[in-house]
């Protein structure tokens, strides 16, 4: 997975665009190029991606010198709410006017619940409700478009691993971790969205 995706284009298989993807972690990137490698040699021998080793905090000059139509962050914006204007600020200079930020991300539903052992095990040092998102958004140059509740599919998901984990004794995120995810979505503290917003 690269979790912050910079294209310029919706869809690079089907409308022949490009691709600039960005994570922090070098295995990911180093994954990222063999399978675009792969890709471009069966199917698609015109596409054009590019990969880099980097923070959404300090995008490479590469990105940066780059205007984009579409940014698609997926699970990795609710690590760094409590700097929510550098990362939108960030998106905001490379992404076109009219152009989409796509991200999937957890956001605060209750202002009473107590979900700082949620917040502790996602590494969370704050979490943004929609609406503190959306204004957010307004304040980087960006405004609010829609999104979908994915909490069934978030729930679903996290049963899942917890399960596996158990049943084949996975080292990593722990049964605890995943069954934390999960109940805290089904006890509507939290919610997992598709969130999007459209450069101004």
């Known amino acids: 997975n690269i979790p ?28 990222a190029i063999n399978a675009a490698g792969v890709y471009k040699r069966e ?19 590469a990105v940066l010198n780059q205007s ?6 997926q699970t990795s914006m609710f690590y760094a709410h409590h700097r929510i204007d550098e990362i939108l600020g960030s998106i905001s200079k490379v992404l076109r006017p009219g152009g989409i930020l796509v991200t999937t991300d957890f956001v605060r539903v209750s202002d009473t619940a107590d979900i700082s052992e949620f917040m502790t095990m996602n590494s969370m040092p704050a979490i943004l409700s ?3 998102m959306k204004a957010a958004f ?4 960006m405004e609010y478009c829609g999104g979908e509740n994915l909490d ?5 998901c996290n049963a899942m691993k917890a399960e596996k984990v158990e ?10 971790f995943f069954n934390l995810r999960e109940n805290t ?11 999007m917003a459209k450069k101004l």
């Open 68 to 73: 984009f139509s579409h940014v698609m962050m």
């Open 185 to 195: 979505v089904k006890e509507k503290s939290v919610s997992f969205q598709i969130i």
């Open 138 to 141: 307004l304040r980087n140059g």
């Open 4 to 31: 912050v995706q910079i294209s310029t284009g919706y869809n690079s298989s089907i409308m022949g665009c490009s691709v600039v993807g960005v994570d922090l972690a070098e295995n990911h990137i180093e994954m």
């Open 167 to 176: 049943k084949e004794k996975i080292v990593g995120p722990s049964v605890a």
């Open 130 to 132: 929609l609406d503190e």
């Open 152 to 156: 069934e599919h978030c729930m679903k």
């Open 43 to 61: 199917k698609k021998p015109d596409l054009k991606a590019q990969f880099f080793a980097a923070s959404y905090f300090d995008l490479p000059g």
